[in-house]
């Protein structure tokens, strides 16, 4: 079983957004049963460091790159997929291309090579294609609109269980 990296950098939608998330899981939990990241706050995956050493080799870069780093209102409007597995919220346009474009040159910036990003926040993974329908069809009628200025990179860290604490916020510099 591949181990859970003890670090992620991420960024946070608003408190109230977290919360409202929280209960579209509890929601699902109660409609399928349990799965992956259902105790998770809700969030947008940037890098993951797999131990401290690593974090501490490159938090540094990691904050000078968020004094160059815009922010900018992005919207998360829209339920989708990975078939069959993950569920999740997706980004209108224009605020895809620009977190794609962010975690792509995060990445570049710390000499990293990545392919095919594609920002989201998961509501559910590791989902059968039965309970990714179930997912579907409870949310098909649910109206999402989650607006908020991304402007800062937070590191957090793993317990054991979840990524429950927060170690840093790098906020943007622009």
């Known amino acids: 079983m591949k181990q859970i990296p003890l670090y992620s950098l991420v960024i946070f939608p608003t408190q109230e957004q977290i919360e409202l998330v929280k209960s579209y899981k509890q929601l699902l939990k109660n409609k399928i049963g349990w799965f992956g990241s259902v105790d998770a706050n809700a969030h947008i995956t940037i890098i993951q460091f797999d131990n401290e050493m690593m974090l501490l080799l490159y938090i540094e870069k990691v904050r000078e790159f968020c004094k160059t780093a815009v922010s900018q209102k992005v919207v ?8 069959p597995h993950t569920f999740f919220i997706a980004p209108d346009e224009s605020s895809k ?4 474009k962010l975690i792509t040159n ?21 989902l059968d294609p039965e309970r990714m329908k179930k997912a579907y069809d409870l949310f098909q009628n649910t109206e999402i609109n989650l607006q908020f200025d991304c402007d800062a990179i937070f590191v957090r860290k793993f317990d054991g269980q979840q990524y429950s604490e927060i170690t840093e916020k790098i906020r943007f510099a622009i």
């Not at 998360?76 to 078939?83: G, H, P, Q």
Request: proline content about 0%; charged content about 25%; glycine content about 4%.
């Open 97 to 100: 291309r620009y977190l794609n």
């Open 76 to 83: 998360l409007n829209k339920w989708d997929s990975f078939d």
């Open 106 to 126: 995060l990445h570049e910036y710390l000499g990293f090579k990545i392919n095919n990003v594609n920002a989201h926040m998961s509501i559910a993974r590791k």
